[in-house]
């Protein structure tokens, strides 16, 4: 059964940093491209950044491209985002998610919630 | 960049109902397209990929059609357990994006 587990969410101020990690089980990590989605307070889905399975192409969207960074270590089986210079914009739940053969994901993380206040 | 549209925002509904929501892209995106449904404090769940494939363990009274642009989402007899927000998700080119989502809720 594939697992996602995010962590590392918390309260943080604006200007701040963050790393948020996603363990993950169930698969071959490695053969899998990973992505990392996230939902603003009553809001919608908003793809934010992928990794590819070797961590050779990375991709982000414009909201978040050169304040944060999407990682992974495959020896752990974990996917990171670090998030800098974070704003009150980016305060989220951010789910990791994992694709089926294609950029459609079809596993998800349970979340972890990010809050950027003063 | 492209856009994905959904409409309508809200659709009031009854159990029993047959059902359809729209997803219009801004681009022809082929039919690279997934439609997730997701309930309050979860994460979204995976219905239909590739505009019209079924996924493993949904049931049969939703479906998905469309390619290019046009999209539409179905769900044949309504269930208590189908109200939820719906998103649809283009998967043809980075930055990939979500619809602004569908809000199924009973009338």
């Known amino acids: 059964e594939v697992q996602l587990l995010e962590s590392g969410g918390d309260l943080v101020q604006p200007g701040g940093s963050l790393r948020l990690s996603c363990v993950a089980s169930?698969?071959?990590?490695?053969?899998?491209?990973m992505t990392w989605v996230r939902q603003a307070p009553g809001k919608g889905l908003e793809w934010i950044s992928s990794l590819s399975g070797n961590g050779a192409d990375s991709y982000y969207a414009d909201s978040v491209k050169g304040r944060f960074t999407i990682s992974r270590d495959t020896s752990k089986n974990t996917l990171y985002l670090q998030m800098n210079s974070l704003r009150g914009e980016d305060t989220a739940v951010y789910f990791c998610a994992k694709p089926a053969s294609f950029y459609y994901f079809d596993s998800w993380g349970q979340g972890t919630l990010v809050t950027v206040s003063s | 960049d492209i856009q994905m549209t959904q409409s309508p925002f809200t659709l009031p509904a009854s159990v029993g109902d047959r059902v359809t929501i729209t997803c219009r892209a801004s681009?022809?995106?082929?039919?690279?397209l997934a439609w997730y449904q997701q309930k309050p404090g979860k994460a979204p769940r995976l219905l239909i990929y590739k505009a019209s494939t079924l996924e493993r363990g949904v049931p049969s009274r939703f479906s998905g059609s469309g390619s290019g642009t046009d999209f539409t989402l179905t769900i044949n007899s309504l269930q208590p357990d189908d109200f939820a927000t719906y998103y649809c998700?283009?998967?043809?080119?980075?930055?990939?994006?979500f619809g602004q989502g569908t809000k199924l809720q009973i009338k």
């Open positions: 998700q283009q998967y043809n080119r980075f930055p990939y994006s």
């Open positions: 169930g698969f071959t990590f490695r053969n899998y491209a």
């Open positions: 681009q022809s995106i082929s039919n690279w």
